[in-house]
């Protein structure tokens, strides 16, 4: 019996699922939806939906092809496909409806105290970036609707990896907070993390020398002791146009597969 046969008839599989995925660019989708080449069934997957962002009502939304993020929406044809399309053609083939809310923002970092970032948490954790505080109300408002979230999807790093040591060595205690922060509205939410390619050479050239490492290791070191924090590796070779971001639907199918793989062992 092949993996996908045993894993769908396991008894009392839960059927709708409801996901968040955050982070920087690798988050957002790294090419436009009309050169992507993608399906219709991948694009207008019935199974899964999207949560309507920045607005004070957070609905569930047919998929589209439009950007899922609103942050940095252009038009229908840019920016517009991420790996939740993929991912979200995993859970439906096995059944499972599928919700997305997807909150991202490219090039931006953690930020320190003194230099807020959007997905930024203060020290006494009181004052938030404006992702971080979307993702605050959001989990919030859903709560109140008897909604929680099953999954965190998180993929960040790189441009910490690109900055100044004090930046990359940051990140770990900012990643710990930010974590600590959203478990705050739903305790021991699962952390799926997705570590960043290796680094074999510059990126626009400006990557510091050691600096995906230097962010690997913190994530590493936060999922070595923080309960339910799973780490994502990525496949190698890895279909990138820069070695960061997937360029093309290869890319995004295989970073969705990645996920898939941690996710379909805990559903």
């Not at 939304?61 to 991420?82: I, K, L």
């Not at 680094?199 to 962010?215: H, K, P």
Request: hydrophobic letters at 35%.
């Amino acid at each position: 019996m092949n993996n996908v046969d045993s894993f769908s008839n396991k008894p009392n599989l839960k059927g709708n699922y409801n996901i968040i995925i955050s982070g920087q660019s690798i988050a957002q989708g790294q090419y436009s939806l009309a050169q992507s080449n993608y399906s219709n069934d991948k694009i207008f997957n019935t199974g899964a939906k999207y949560l309507e962002c920045k607005s004070s009502t957070h609905v569930w939304q047919t998929f589209r092809n439009e950007m899922m993020s609103p942050y940095q929406y252009v038009s229908d044809y840019s920016w517009g496909c991420g790996m939740e399309y993929s991912l979200a053609k995993h859970f439906t083939d096995l059944g499972h409806s599928l919700n997305i809310y997807k909150p991202a923002w490219g090039g931006q970092k953690f930020g320190t105290d003194s230099s807020p970032g959007k997905f930024h948490i203060s020290s006494d954790g009181n004052t938030l970036g404006e992702i971080s505080q979307d993702i605050i109300s959001v989990m919030n408002t859903q709560k109140v609707n008897g909604v929680s979230f099953d999954y965190f999807l998180w993929m960040h790093g790189e441009s910490d990896g690109r900055d100044a040591l004090d930046s990359r060595n940051a990140y770990e205690t900012n990643l710990r907070r930010f974590i600590s922060k959203i478990r705050t509205i739903q305790p021991n939410i699962p952390f799926l993390i997705r570590q960043l390619p290796s680094e074999t050479e510059t990126w626009m050239g400006a990557v510091n020398i050691g600096g995906r490492e230097a962010i690997n290791m913190a994530i590493e070191n936060i999922i070595s002791d923080t309960p339910n924090c799973y780490l994502v590796v990525m496949p190698t070779p890895f279909s990138q146009g820069d070695l960061i971001h997937p360029s093309n639907p290869i890319g995004n199918d295989q970073m969705a597969l990645a996920f898939w793989e941690e996710l379909k062992v805990k559903l």
